[in-house]
């Protein structure tokens, strides 16, 4: 029920392609869809996130895309470049009262080749 | 601005030894605080919460355990390491509206 099913576990992209990065949910009291992006040896960090009151958010070159009926969110990133290269995970969390975890998809090492 | 920092950056330890890391945030008062480990190429795995000062959640059952004795600090300790302790050591801190979580720089420890 917790569960955040993350996919693909790592994907390789050509310069200047999109990367496409899968998340899916079971809990429908989820209401808060962030995702991180971690390079080797640093800590996550905040890349961009959504509520479901929108299906769609923008920021420069990446885009949360948002299905609420399916349970499913994705990471579109456009015109990809090496410097894009890091572990990409998706998270979900509640936000009532109590709710203080975030559940993380288990992430995609994306490697952008030139 | 809000900092968190962490540290040690890195630590190795005989299996068997004390553990103690370290957060602290600045530029905020009465944070969320919170402990991750992250096992080589995996995910993220929530071990401790506070949302107060002495308030600790455990998440996971295990030889760790974490304190809070002020508002912006939180201490992850170990009385003895296991070698199943070994990975990488994050904290992150959130306002009082949970959903949001900002990490530190992590701690990569080594248990030998």
């Known amino acids: 029920q917790q569960q955040v099913k993350q996919s693909p576990q790592s994907l390789i992209v050509q310069k200047g392609g999109i990367s496409i990065i899968n998340c899916a949910y079971e809990?429908?009291?989820?209401?808060?869809f962030p995702w991180y992006q971690q390079f080797p040896g640093k800590g996550p960090a905040l890349l961009i996130a959504?509520?479901?009151?929108?299906s769609e958010k923008k920021e420069g070159r990446f885009t949360i895309s948002f299905n609420k009926s399916a349970k499913q969110f994705s990471l579109h990133i456009m015109d990809s470049q090496p410097g894009d290269s890091a572990t990409y995970f998706c998270?979900?969390?509640?936000?009532?009262?109590?709710?203080?975890?975030?559940?993380f998809g288990k992430g995609t090492k994306l490697s952008v080749i030139p | 601005s809000q900092t968190i920092h962490q540290w040690p950056a890195t630590l190795v330890q005989p299996v068997g030894s004390p553990l103690s890391l370290e957060c602290t945030v600045e530029?905020?008062?009465?944070?969320?605080l919170y402990w991750y480990r992250q096992a080589a190429g995996r995910g993220l795995q929530l071990l401790f919460y506070?949302?107060?000062?002495?308030?600790i959640s455990s998440e996971v059952p295990q030889n760790l355990s974490a304190s809070r004795p002020q508002d912006r600090q939180f201490i992850l300790s170990s009385k003895k390491l296991l070698l199943s302790d070994s990975g990488f050591y994050l904290c992150?801190?959130?306002?009082?509206?949970?959903?949001?979580?900002?990490f530190g720089p992590g701690t990569r420890l080594t248990v030998l």
């Open positions: 809990n429908t009291a989820f209401d808060y």
């Open positions: 992150a801190w959130s306002g009082q509206a949970p959903d949001t979580q900002y």
């Open positions: 506070s949302v107060g000062i002495g308030q």
């Open positions: 959504i509520r479901p009151d929108v």
């Open positions: 998270a979900a969390s509640g936000t009532g009262a109590g709710s203080y975890q975030l559940t």
């Open positions: 530029g905020t008062s009465n944070p969320n």
